[in-house]
């Protein structure tokens, strides 16, 4: 069985910063790629920025150049360091993992508020 747990949510004031981990539960050579999404109060599921196995990313247009993907493969853990936060960047956020085999898996979700 898959697991993916989340941390790293909380209350930040504008201009904060916050870093989100993944720790997963599989090994990268059966990854396809991994990326974190947010869901706001009544809107859809969005991501926010994706890392493919070989390392190639790809951000939503409101976040780039304020957030960052990475992860260490040998801690089989993804990150989304989040810079410079906004009052529009309060939401939910989940990572996802997507396997070569088709199937993907949720995280359990981390609040993040961004609130002064």
């Known amino acids: 069985q898959v697991q993916l747990v989340e941390s790293g949510g909380g209350l930040v004031q504008p201009g904060g910063s916050l870093r989100l981990s993944c720790a997963y539960s599989?090994?990268?050579?059966?990854?396809?790629?991994m990326g974190w999404y947010r869901q706001a109060p009544g809107k859809s599921r969005e991501l926010v920025a994706a890392?493919?196995?070989?390392?190639?990313?790809n951000y939503a247009e409101s976040v780039k150049g304020r957030f960052t993907i990475s992860r260490d493969n040998a801690k089989n853990t993804m990150y989304l360091q989040m810079n410079s936060l906004k009052l529009e960047d309060t939401a939910v956020y989940y990572c996802?993992?997507?396997?070569?085999?088709?199937?993907?898996?949720w995280g359990q979700g981390t609040q993040v508020t961004v609130s002064s």
């Open positions: 996802r993992v997507d396997y070569k085999n088709g199937i993907y898996y």
């Open positions: 890392i493919t196995s070989g390392g190639i990313t």
């Open positions: 599989a090994s990268i050579t059966s990854i396809y790629g």
